[in-house]
């Protein structure tokens, strides 16, 4: 049942499969019209002949009765002879046209096959082309070598089409890049602006609760601008793949974490083992720190627990947090992955920016994976982020 499950139908999505399938028809159809037509014209024709050639003289009134007689019979006999004949003709011509044309319409159908692929090569190398842009960067071309016609002008549309997709993400990163100098310039100043008035002497405890509040949102707003720029630099592109250890970046997000976790009395139970993956290793690191970070700053009971496993699955390598929290809904996991969204009447807590999740999907999709989050019996939550593993290493041969 399985096997038969897994086996595409005739008429799917195949455009090849399809004018295959029409130009079979059409030939059997064109085949069985000559063949009922020709049919038709030889029983006619034989019939024309079979009367020229067989005397249909019956003597006439004159003759005696014993010429009329003999001459009936014959008649006759010749009628019943010019049937067979006519019915063996009928079926030799059937049987021996529905041969011939089974015969040729099999080999015009090949034949057909063979063309549609040749007509349809071109369409083949639009779509890998573009399947190919979709999944790395915007700067290749078709540039199909054909003769003028409609493909060679959807071909010729589409590099204009990315061309503009081009110049526009180029533009898109321009701005960002300058976007994130020119909001995190002021922001550093003005952060210093605060630590030297509240480094000075003859500052008033006034001043100093004021300047630890404006650095607290400082720190805050630039959290939030690097988000935004990681999230940015995650939809686009990735510019460097690398072989990786997930195990390695959770294991440094982890140590990295614990003395945060600490101090909130959070405890951390880890099973890292190895998830290899080629991937941006700053993307995954910062897609796992996001995880952990949130699995922290939303783990409510005070001595919350975290486990972060790492491994290969399913759909590839995966690092998997989960933390103690409160009850989450199943259907509020959906809103946990957009921008700028946070449960904040579930958690109790404002904090952060509400782009954590959101940077984890969209590194996940960069990299061809995925992530996904759901409820923990009794409260919390598990995310997990899936990108495609690297295929395991042939065992090698002694000798």
């Known amino acids: 049942m399985s096997g038969s499950a897994d086996r595409r139908p005739l008429w799917d999505g195949s455009l090849r499969r399809h004018l295959t399938l029409v130009y079979g028809l059409m030939f059997f159809t064109a085949a069985a019209a000559v063949l009922a037509v020709s049919l038709v014209l030889v029983i006619n024709s034989m019939h024309y ?65 063979l063309v549609a692929g040749r007509l349809l090569r071109p369409l083949s190398l639009i779509s890998s082309t573009a399947e190919r842009i979709a999944g790395h960067t915007l700067h290749r071309r078709i540039d199909l070598e054909a003769p003028p016609g409609e493909v060679k002008t959807l071909a010729d549309s589409f590099d204009r089409m990315l061309d503009r997709l081009d110049q526009a993400f180029a533009g898109q990163d321009r701005f960002i890049a300058n976007a994130a100098h020119e909001l995190k310039t002021p922001i550093a100043l003005n952060r210093t602006l605060v630590e030297v008035a509240m480094s000075r002497p003859d500052a008033p405890p006034e001043v100093l609760r004021l300047g630890e509040n404006l650095l607290a949102v400082s720190v805050r707003h630039e959290r939030l601008i690097d988000a935004l720029l990681t999230l940015a630099r995650a939809d686009d592109s990735l510019t460097e793949r690398l072989p990786l250890d997930l195990a390695d970046l959770a294991r440094a997000v982890i140590e990295a974490a614990g003395p945060e976790a600490r101090r909130h009395g959070i405890s951390f139970d880890a099973v890292l083992a190895p998830a290899r993956a080629i991937g941006d290793p700053l993307l995954l690191e910062q897609a796992v720190r996001n995880l952990v970070d949130n699995a922290v700053r939303y783990n409510a009971p005070a001595d919350g627990r975290i486990r972060v496993e790492t491994g290969r699955g399913r759909d590839g390598a995966q690092v998997t947090v989960a933390n103690t929290g409160p009850v989450v809904s199943p259907h509020e996991i959906p809103v946990l992955f957009a921008p700028f969204r946070r449960l904040t009447d579930r958690v109790g807590s404002a904090r952060g920016s509400g782009l954590g999740l959101s940077i984890v999907r969209a590194v996940a999709h960069a990299h061809g994976g995925s992530a996904d989050a759901r409820p923990r019996p009794g409260g919390g939550l598990e995310v997990r982020l899936a990108v495609p593993a690297v295929p395991p290493a042939p065992p090698r041969r002694n000798g």
């Open 49 to 113: 002949s079979m009367d020229l050639a067989f005397d249909s003289y019956t003597g006439g009134p004159q003759a005696p009765p014993e010429v009329r007689i003999y001459l009936a019979e014959r008649h006759a006999g010749d009628e019943a002879t010019k049937r067979v004949i006519l019915a063996s003709m009928q079926r030799n011509l059937l049987l021996k046209g529905t041969l011939a044309a089974l015969c040729v319409g099999v080999v015009a159908t090949t034949a057909g096959w």
